[in-house]
Structures are given as C-alpha cells and as structure tokens.
C-alpha cells in the first residue's frame, strides 16, 4: 500500500534553514510527481510546491518562491523540501502528498502522509 | 488568502442531507480546471473524497457525490452520519496564480 511518511520538522528560530523529507513506499515513486501541503495552526491548507514525476519542474507558491526548494532523489524513493529564511508565518504541519500522475496542472492528491509540524519561534 | 470560496460551516441532524459550496473564478473553476474535494477528521490528514468534479476513489460511499458548474462546484452529503464530521477543502488549479489553490474550508457539524 502506497506510504508516505515526512521527518525532519521541529522548533526552529527566524531566519535559520530547515530541510524535510518524505520517504514514499508502496508505489514506483520515479512514476509520479509529488508536493507539499502546509497547514497553519487552526487554518485550511495552503499548496507550497510541485515537483514532476522526474525532477524536470518545479513550481512554488508566491508565499515561498525564492526561500525554499523542493528536489527529490528517485534512486531513494524520498521527496524533500529545503526550507531557508524561515519567518513566524511558515509555523505550519507540512505534508507530502502524491499527485496523481506526473504533476500537471489538472491533477489532484491521491495519497497524503501524516504531516511534520515546523514550528518557527525565537 | 485563497481563492475558492467556502461556507465556513454547515450543519444537519444524522439522516439529512447537506451540501458544501465552491466558488472560484474564471482564472481557476471558470477555466475549466477540474474540482477535487478532500476530507480531514480531527487531527489527521486529509484524504480524496471526489476526483475530476463527480469520481468517488474505491472506499468512498455513494452517498457522498460532486458537481460543477459554471465557475462554481459543490459537494454533497446524504444520508449525513456522525462520522462525516469533519473539515472539507475543495482544490483546483488557477492560472492567474499559476498554482494549485484550496478552498477556505467548511467545517460538517452534526447535530
């Protein structure tokens, strides 16, 4: 069964990097394109980034363009999102989620994993 | 700020029906860009309820059903149980922002 499960969040201060990854299992992860979610405390979800199914594109919400970045390694099944300049308002759980082909524009999220909380405080 | 539009709450008493609206633009919705709709129980994450505007994935009862039209989209619940509880997004895409955009969110209260 597909699996995505995200690590890497924790307690960071503003200004300073991050970098979260997913490990995907269950499904050929080089197959297909993959994003990340966030969602504030309290609030409704907010699309961060895409990254096709081989790495070719990438695409970002204004909120992040410029400060965080996201790859992927397909030898590794892993998805990653390094994130720099962090602010207050970044303070979110962040997930993976899979689209459901390679990462274009009409597609949705098919399978989502658990969320990693990145919590940004001084 | 997003720009698909939800009720912020809808409510009914178990057995009823209710429904959840979805109001775009013609840069998202109006374009022609399909509605997706996801589910979010408490503290979990959320998970496909309807695909392309109307397509349930396998597990998905048949009392749960979406539409489109226009530049709007809706979903809607029959049947209403105390496990529909819960926070409902819609997502499409639009070209003005040139990204995947989520609704506001509608919380399902039953009574």
């Known amino acids: 069964q597909v699996q995505l499960v995200e690590s890497g969040g924790g307690v960071v201060q503003p200004g300073r990097s991050l970098r979260l990854s997913c490990a995907a299992s269950?499904?050929?992860?080089?197959?297909?394109?993959m994003h990340w979610v966030r969602q504030a405390p309290g609030t409704g979800l907010e699309w961060v980034a895409v990254?096709?199914?081989?790495?070719?594109?990438?695409y970002y919400a204004d909120s992040v363009k410029g400060r965080f970045t996201i790859s992927r390694d397909n030898s590794k099944n892993t998805l990653f999102l390094q994130m720099n300049s962090l602010r207050a308002e970044d303070t979110a759980v962040f997930y993976c989620a899979r689209d459901r082909g390679y990462g274009g524009n009409r597609d949705h999220f098919d399978y989502w994993g658990q969320g990693t909380l990145v919590t940004v405080s001084s | 700020q997003s720009v698909l539009t939800q009720p912020p709450s809808v409510s009914g008493a178990p057995g009823q029906r209710v429904t959840i609206s979805c109001t775009g633009s013609?840069?998202?919705?109006?374009?022609?860009?399909?509605v997706h709709w996801y589910q979010q129980l408490p503290g979990t994450a959320p998970k496909l309820l309807i695909y392309?505007?109307?397509n349930r994935p396998s597990g998905v009862p048949d009392r749960i059903s979406g539409s489109k039209s226009g530049t709007s989209a809706s979903l809607a619940i029959t049947g209403l149980q105390p496990e529909d509880e819960a926070d409902y997004y819609c997502?499409?895409?639009?070209?003005?922002?040139?990204?995947?955009?989520f609704g506001t969110g509608t919380k399902v209260t039953v009574l």
């Open positions: 392309a505007n109307s």
């Open positions: 013609s840069s998202n919705i109006g374009a022609g860009y399909d």
């Open positions: 269950g499904f050929t992860f080089s197959d297909y394109g």
């Open positions: 990254i096709w199914f081989d790495g070719s594109y990438k």
């Open positions: 997502q499409s895409y639009d070209d003005s922002l040139s990204g995947f955009v």
